[in-house]
């Protein structure tokens, strides 16, 4: 049974930091590439973060590049993103995904942000304000 469970969300100051994490099971990362999606109230599924299940690559959207760090333990089969100088825009609900990728091909984290993703999580809420 696939499950992916986000923590970490809550309230931040703008400037401030968070570490999200999303636990895995039923899977190993070995095979499945997670990717971090967010969704604001009234605007589309931004797809933000994804790290793939080959090598560890990590990809990012422009919105979150330089600011969000994506990484793996896959001893703990967890993925982490730690998330610096938030901002209010940042404020949304934050979903971990995952899918399943042939290493005999490139990763599906070089489209994560059109293609959907097999499991999702519930997600986990981060408010940036003052």
């Known amino acids: 049974q696939v499950q992916l469970v986000e923590s970490g969300g809550g309230l931040v100051q703008p400037g401030g930091s968070l570490r999200l994490s999303c636990a895995a099971s039923g899977f190993s990362l070995d095979y499945y590439a997670i990717g971090w999606y967010r969704q604001a109230p009234g605007k589309e599924r931004e797809g933000i973060s994804c790290i793939s299940s080959s090598d560890g690559s990590t990809y990012y959207a422009d919105s979150v590049k330089g600011r969000f760090t994506i990484s793996r333990d896959t001893a703990k089969n967890t993925v982490y993103l730690q998330m610096n100088s938030l901002k209010p825009e940042d404020t949304a609900l934050y979903y971990c995904?995952?899918?399943?990728?042939?290493?005999?091909?490139?990763?599906?984290?070089?489209?994560?942000?059109?293609?959907?993703?097999?499991?999702w999580g519930k997600g986990t809420l981060v408010t940036v304000s003052s």
């Open positions: 995904a995952t899918q399943y990728e042939s290493h005999s091909y490139g990763s599906w984290c070089t489209g994560f942000g059109d293609y959907g993703a097999e499991y």
